[in-house]
């Protein structure tokens, strides 16, 4: 079955960095795009970037861009998301999504939180 475990999640200070991963089982990992999204208390899940199969081109939310970026190893089975020069409001659930076959898969989250 389809498997998504994010992990590298922490409490961070405004302006740093992390790393999150998310390690993928039970699916030909490299025939599918791979998206990260967020959900911060009280509000809905938004999509945050998202990476293509082969040429890996990537496309990112505008609240992001400049400062996140989405990365893939195939043969490793895993996804990544570096983020930097993090900011409070980033602070949120970070989860990995899958499409296959019109159903969505996601992992059980990794919390982050910017905070001084």
């Known amino acids: 079955q389809v498997q998504l475990v994010e992990s590298g999640g922490s409490l961070v200070q405004p302006g740093g960095s992390l790393r999150l991963s998310c390690a993928a089982s039970g699916f030909t990992f490299s025939n599918y795009f791979m998206r990260w999204y967020r959900q911060a208390p009280g509000k809905e899940r938004e999509w945050v970037a998202v990476?293509?199969?082969?040429?890996?081109?990537?496309n990112y939310a505008d609240s992001v861009k400049g400062r996140f970026t989405i990365s893939r190893d195939n043969a490793k089975n895993t996804v990544y998301l570096q983020m930097n020069s993090l900011k409070p409001e980033d602070t949120a659930v970070y989860y990995c999504?899958?499409?296959?076959?019109?159903?969505?898969?996601w992992g059980q989250g990794t919390q982050v939180t910017v905070s001084s």
């Open positions: 999504n899958v499409n296959i076959q019109r159903t969505n898969y």
């Open positions: 990476i293509l199969r082969l040429n890996s081109t990537t």
